[in-house]
């Protein structure tokens, strides 16, 4: 399973959203709904045969949370950064890698009437 499509399972698992593409959504943000969740999977640490070791990657993703009200989606994104650290999600072991969730929030975000904060994860995967 790629790791896409093992957070979205473990997002769900957590209480956070319902089904891809409806309030979970990979990749960048549809113009609608207003709120939900995005998982943007990001580079991570180099893998583990680079500094000497043997089949072991560290995927990064990212988790925002978009929400008309700035305190449900700093608090929401803060809930998934606690929910998602140290479990297993598919074939990925998740760990956060910041203490608290980060505001995103752009100019274009407000003319939209929204907030984003986001939570920051390194993964462990074995091949």
Known sequence: MSLVSSIVAALIAAGHGTAGGTDIFAYRWP?????????IP???SIP?????????DYPGF????????????EQLAEQVRLA????????YTVFTTR???????????????????S?????IYVR
């Open 84 to 91: 998602l650290n140290g479990i297993a999600a598919g074939d």
């Open 119 to 123: 939570a920051d994860f390194e993964t």
């Open 42 to 44: 990001m580079g991570g």
């Open 62 to 73: 990212q988790v925002q949370v978009r929400d008309p009200s700035m305190e449900t989606a």
């Open 99 to 117: 203490s608290h969730a980060v505001d995103l929030t752009s100019p274009d975000d407000l003319k939209a009437g929204t907030y984003r904060f």
């Open 31 to 39: 113009p609608s709904p207003l709120s939900g969740y995005l998982i």
């Open 48 to 56: 583990s045969e680079v500094q000497g070791g043997e089949g072991i």
